[in-house]
């Protein structure tokens, strides 16, 4: 199963939070990183990344 790294940024923090997400698509690595995004209000942004390659990005 492919490997996305997921970062976060939360206006709390100075550096983002790294996630790893297992997933079978990149579709479902997407929306995981959406629901975090969505998880508190302090979470700012994500980039979900294969590898070196930007998959997604988003912001509030």
Request: with cysteine; glycine share 2%.
């Amino acid at each position: 199963m492919p490997v996305f790294t997921c970062l976060i940024t939360d206006s709390r923090y100075s550096v983002p939070t790294l996630s790893l997400l297992i997933t079978a698509a990149e579709a479902q690595a997407q929306a995981l990183a959406r629901d975090e995004l969505q998880a508190s209000p302090f979470h700012r942004a994500y980039e979900l990344l294969a590898g070196d390659r930007l998959v997604a990005a988003e912001a509030k």
